[in-house]
């Protein structure tokens, strides 16, 4: 063999190159690279509500600046409606005025306008604004009821003697003057003891079941230790051996510019003598 023929036998034995698939090719172009897919674009962030500005009376709607004449409300209207706009504001004001005070009136206890005017307050009122209620219940008290007590006394010397009348009534009174806190003992204690015993007892001062019995018995250690607190027993081995008691109703004086007539004669209701027990003789009760 010649060396043309080695040379096509080596050529011959060289590995062939893989087949390129067929199509277009340009030369130096990289085959296209895939790209991954777009991530979601991030959420947009909520804004918050704006606080709103404060109220200005500058930004209120004004007129038309095209028509600076124009009008609202009332004021809208021709003269002559504004006339009668305003008549019937003053018929409602003046009506609803005259109303309430004759409620007012009605209700309130018995005066010197009701006396004089009664009648025209009831025609206002009956029968379609009748009122079932007063504004006072019961009437305002107009008298003055004092609480006065007198008691035998046994001296230590063994004599007996009749004090003099002790207002009690006055006594609280004048504790109470000019006193800030006046305690509910002087304010009440003695009145209520008193309305309670004329609530459970006749005209002729006789008691009323066990009641009036209680009534009598509280009103007589109320009044046996106002005695010892006035040192009417005359000091040491001095005993208070009996109390009566009354009182004395005056009534309130009217006003000067009322034509009402009342008496201010003073009327007594006396009460029988009450035998005061030993063990309250000295004040002992408590």
Partial sequence: MDANDGRSNASEERPREPAVPEGPHV???QPPQLSPPPSPPPPEPQSLPQ???PYDPADAPTADPAHPDARIGVGALSLPYQVGAALAVAVVAVAALVHLGMV?????PSNTVTKQH??????????????NWKLFAPNPLQQNIEVQV??????ADGTTRTTGWYDLSAEDGAAIDGNLLPSHTEQNELRRAWDFLTATHDSSNRPIGLRGTLAETYLRRIVVLRLDRDDAA?????AVQRVQVRSR?????????????????????LLPWWPVPADEAAGGVR
Wanted: proline share 14%; net charge negative; no cysteine.
């Fill in 249 to 269: 109703t005056t009534n309130v004086p009217p006003p000067e510019w009322s034509d009402e007539q009342v008496s201010t004669t003073p009327q007594y209701r």
């Fill in 104 to 108: 007012f009136l009605h209700v309130a």
């Fill in 51 to 53: 606080p709103q500005p």
């Fill in 27 to 29: 030369p130096g172009q």
């Fill in 118 to 131: 009664g009648k025209a307050i009831d025609e206002w009122i009956y029968p379609e604004f009748e009122q």
């Fill in 234 to 238: 005359g000091g040491q081995g001095g």
């Fill in 150 to 155: 007198r008691a035998d006394v046994r001296t």
